[in-house]
């Protein structure tokens, strides 16, 4: 079983700085039209950031294995909020276009295989203690 840990190392108001598992530090912070100071996204920016980068790379992996070009590959993602919350993702790819119809189909399916849209898809539990 892999563990990851993030851990809260400091805050000002609305500006967290989180570090992570790797050693790296994250800065998370709301607008400054919620009552932040705008130094960092907001948390649920950073998922759908998350849910970009890990498209892009799991798509990027699997077309390193093939050998495939992936230059002009593009992951945008655009969240729809509800409730003060993200309600909805929708992942839009710009697929390398040295690649064949086959490969892009391909390459779409294996973007649904990253592994944080697969935990935002299965609602992962969450434990507080």
Known sequence: VLVSQATLVSRDGFRH????????????????????????PAPTEMLAAAL???????????AKIK????????VDVD??????RPASYRVTLT?????????????HV??????VHR???DAVPVEVV
């Open 17 to 40: 700085e989180v570090e992570v598992a790797s050693g790296h530090t994250v800065v998370f912070d709301e607008p400054a039209s919620a009552g932040g100071t705008n130094t960092g």
């Open 67 to 74: 050998g495939w070009d992936t230059t002009g590959l593009g």
């Open 119 to 121: 935990t935002l898809s």
């Open 52 to 62: 970009a980068a890990c498209t892009a790379l799991t798509m990027q992996s699997y």
């Open 79 to 84: 969240t729809t909020y509800a409730d003060h």
């Open 110 to 115: 294996i973007a649904t295989k990253c592994p």
């Open 95 to 107: 697929m390398p276009p040295g690649l064949d119809e086959s490969q892009h189909q391909k390459l």
